[in-house]
């Protein structure tokens, strides 16, 4: 499954590493955090992150492979 997440503002370079399975790209002052995720426990285990981080999240989607 590959899946992308879209976070509001830039991440910083720290913030970009603690999702190192993930590319990311800047898009209009979003981030888009986009990559496989293997599976429901590697989804909720990104999103937890996330959220620890204190990032808002805007939108997640899976996406065709």
Do not use: N, W
């Amino acid at each position: 499954m590959r899946y992308e997440i879209r976070i509001d503002g830039h991440l910083s370079k720290t913030l970009a590493e603690a999702f190192p399975e993930l590319d990311h790209v800047v898009v209009c002052d979003q981030t888009l955090l986009y990559g496989p995720v293997v599976d429901e426990a590697h989804l909720y285990g990104l999103l937890a992150r996330v959220q620890s981080l204190g990032l808002r999240l805007l939108e997640m989607r899976r996406v065709p492979e």
